[in-house]
């Protein structure tokens, strides 16, 4: 089965801290993603990735960035977190090209920030 | 740009009775694709189905039904018999192929359905 690990399930961090949010896939999947869920939001794509190296903004990136130095691995970095950043953030993957692919999906991240 | 409604944002009824939840979608790419994921109290969102804009064939599986209507753009979800462990946020979502790639999933705000014993 593919795997998408997210390292950690349940995060607390003070405002202006700096965050890592680490995804790992095992599936040599070349397409990862980052949402972020929100009750009555639903799921928000934050950004995305092809490739190695390669990042696409999503709907909404204020505030965030990400590294994918290597294929299986896709971080999402907040680089000075914000109340507003508390959320839960799912990471997903999936192999290239088709719009029909299905994304899998890792179990999430729920991140506060106090 | 791709939309995905789910207008129903929680739904509760009792183990055993059929339950349907509703999706609309909006688009005007001619070829796309339609989804459903389950996500559990767990956290981890499941996928259910996969249907393309070139198929209008409902589907059937086990307690689950799919009915896919282009001229209404919807693609509603029926569950038969519901059952405790039906209880969960189901999202449906849409995706397009933009010529770089599959951008992700269009989500929609997702529908809580609650099954009581």
């Known amino acids: 089965d593919v795997k998408v690990t997210q390292s950690s399930r349940y995060l607390v961090k003070r405002t202006g801290e700096k965050v890592f949010l680490e995804c790992v896939q095992d599936?040599?999947?070349?397409?990862m993603f980052w949402y972020r869920q929100d009750p009555g939001l639903g799921l928000r794509l934050i950004y995305f990735?092809?490739?190695?190296?390669?990042?696409e903004k999503g709907d909404i990136p204020e505030g965030y960035s990400v590294s994918r130095e290597k294929k299986e691995r896709f971080s999402l970095i907040l680089e000075s977190a914000s109340t507003n950043q508390t959320s839960m953030y799912l990471c997903?993957?999936?192999?290239?090209?088709?719009?029909?692919?299905?994304?899998?999906f890792g179990a999430g991240s729920r991140l506060t920030v106090l | 740009a791709q939309k995905v409604t789910q207008a129903q944002t929680e739904i509760s009824v009792v183990e055993k009775e059929d339950v349907t939840l509703d999706c609309v979608y909006e688009t005007r790419d001619t070829t796309y694709y339609l989804f459903w994921y389950k996500q559990p109290p767990s956290g981890e969102l499941v996928f259910l189905i996969r249907?393309?804009?070139?198929?209008?064939q409902n589907e059937i599986s086990g307690r689950y039904s799919w009915n896919f209507q282009k001229s209404t753009s919807s693609f509603n979800f029926t569950i038969t018999a519901s059952q405790v462990v039906d209880s969960a946020v189901y999202f449906c979502a849409l995706s397009v192929w933009s010529g770089g790639g599959a951008d992700g999933l269009t989500f929609g705000k997702g529908t809580h359905l609650i099954i009581q014993p």
């Open positions: 249907r393309n804009s070139f198929d209008e």
């Open positions: 599936m040599d999947h070349e397409n």
């Open positions: 997903a993957s999936t192999t290239p090209a088709l719009a029909a692919n299905v994304l899998t």
């Open positions: 990735s092809y490739d190695v190296k390669m990042k």
